[in-house]
């Protein structure tokens, strides 16, 4: 893991249009052209938990929007704003374990491949070393206004 | 690896993945008809090729590999 994250808390706002109490990414550690991590707290007033533990509709949220943050990081790094992206596609969902309240979502994301518009990245979600969940989820980015 | 031999794999890796039978790949069929590959699904080739054969497809360059003979071509110039 990065010593030292790029953004945390509000600041990763300028990545993704979420807001409370739907942000799912608290986190951004790194980001080059094809690879990008980041992190969320597990906390206990999270929309997705139940009964102490995050249930799937929150970690395919977590995933979806750590790659609308990894696609943000460039544009914000130009000082332009986030375009809008959509999730095309979620595949391959694996989940080992569901994370429960008070543990830290650790995930990787790796582009694969890209074409016609349309980027498929594949994600690893861990917990301290240990894997959670991995998936493959294909993302189009709407280009200008 | 030899031409032949990537063809050959190339064909295999394809059908496998988009469940259709090698003898539906002909050298000059139409690689979305053939592969029925539509605007989501044709990044699924082309993370496939990266994976199996070490080849990047730029976006700029699939829209140009229209057919398998030019897909057998771009893979075997740009193979490590």
Redesign the interface.
């Given at each position: 893991m990065p010593n030292q994250p790029l953004l945390t808390g509000e600041a990763i706002y300028r990545l993704i249009p979420q807001r409370p109490p739907i942000v799912m990414v608290d986190t951004f550690f790194s980001a080059d052209e094809t690879d990008a991590e980041t992190g969320l707290h597990i906390h206990a007033d999270n929309i997705f938990c139940q009964a102490d533990t995050l249930q799937e509709p929150g970690l395919i949220e977590h995933v979806a929007q750590s790659a609308a943050a990894f696609a943000g990081y460039a544009p914000y790094t130009r000082g332009e704003a986030p375009k809008l992206g959509f999730i095309g596609e979620v595949k391959k969902f694996k989940i080992v374990r569901l994370p429960h309240c008070g543990e830290f979502l650790h995930t990787h994301l790796h582009v694969m491949g890209e074409a016609g518009g349309v980027t498929l990245i594949a994600a690893e979600v861990q917990v301290e070393g240990e894997t959670l969940a991995t998936c493959q989820m294909k993302i189009f980015i709407q280009e200008g206004e | 690896m030899e031409k032949n031999e990537l063809i050959e794999k190339i064909n295999e890796v394809l059908a496998e993945e988009f469940e259709i039978e090698v003898s539906d790949i002909t050298p000059e069929g139409d690689i979305k008809d053939t592969l029925q590959l539509d605007?989501?699904s044709?990044?699924?080739?082309?993370?496939l090729i990266?994976?199996e054969f070490g080849v990047k497809?730029?976006?700029t360059e699939?829209?140009q590999i229209k057919n398998f003979a030019a897909l057998y071509d771009f893979v075997y110039s740009n193979q490590k």
């Open positions: - | 605007s989501l044709l990044v699924d080739m082309v993370a990266e994976s497809i730029k976006g699939v829209g």
